[in-house]
T-cell receptor
Framework: DGGITQSPKYLFRKEGQNVTLSCEQN?????MYWYRQDPGQGLRLIYY???????QKGDIAEGYSVSREKKESFPLTVTSAQKNPTAFYLC???????????FGPGTRLLVL | GQNIDQPTEMTATEGAIVQINCTYQ??????LFWYQQHAGEAPTFLSY????GLEEKGRFSSFLSRSKGYSYLLLKELQMKDSASYLC????????FGKGTRLHILP
């Protein structure tokens, strides 16, 4: 079955550590996105990529980094520079930019 | 700039009808999306309007007026499972999401 997966579902991190969140899709979508959602808030765009080996900063890119070496994969690294990383992270993909986005199940990151 | 506004919370009764409004300002326009998000889960796609007018899909309908920068989501015959957040979102090249409207359904 085609879909978009994120792992792990829950992730704990000690302050000062980098952590990488996985996002994989087998929908053959060109565009992929990372969002952050805080309790009771909407989605804020961190990074997006419309094609392999290219990506753009969203509204809140500081403290995060991404790579897009393969069409299927768009991992997000939360660096120690991100001062308030505890949040729900959602990955999405679409056929191309601006089209309907399909979301993965999300990763809940908790900094201890 | 780009901005999307929708009410923060709404309450309705099981079996009733509710309308969730959304106004938007974007530098370009390529349609308007509505997503549903249950607590703790990922958003799921509900509808996409690119032309003016009403599009009906079962109990859910979505309306768009491009000249007014306005859309609404209409939910009929409300069920308890409709308790969720409803997110309005607009392109152009990336999608800008509103903060969502939390809909509470009372029995």
């Amino acid at each position: 079955d085609g879909g978009i997966t994120q792992s792990p579902k829950y992730l704990f991190r000690k302050e000062g550590q980098n952590v990488t969140l996985s996002c994989e899709q087998n929908l053959n979508h060109d565009a992929m996105y990372w969002y952050r959602q805080d309790p009771g808030q909407g989605l804020r765009l961190i990074y997006y990529s419309q094609i392999v080996n290219d990506f753009q900063k969203g509204d809140i890119a500081e403290g995060y980094s991404v790579s897009r070496e393969k069409k299927e994969s768009f991992p997000l690294t939360v660096t120690s520079a991100q001062k308030n990383p505890t949040a729900f992270y959602l990955c999405a993909s679409s056929i191309e930019g601006g089209e309907t986005q399909y979301f993965g199940p999300g990763t809940r990151l908790l900094v201890l | 700039g780009q901005n999307i506004d929708q009410p923060t919370e709404m309450t309705a009764t099981e079996g009733a009808i509710v309308q969730i409004n959304c106004t938007y300002q974007t530098s370009g326009f390529n349609g308007l999306f509505w997503y549903q998000q249950h607590a703790g889960e990922a958003p799921t796609f509900l509808s996409y309007n690119v032309l003016d007018g009403l599009e009906e899909k079962g109990r859910f309908s979505s309306f768009l007026s491009r000249s007014k920068g306005y859309s609404y989501l209409l939910l009929k015959e409300l069920q308890m499972k409709d308790s969720a957040s409803y997110l309005c979102a607009a392109p152009p090249d990336k999608i800008i999401f509103g903060k969502g409207t939390r809909l509470h359904i009372l029995p």
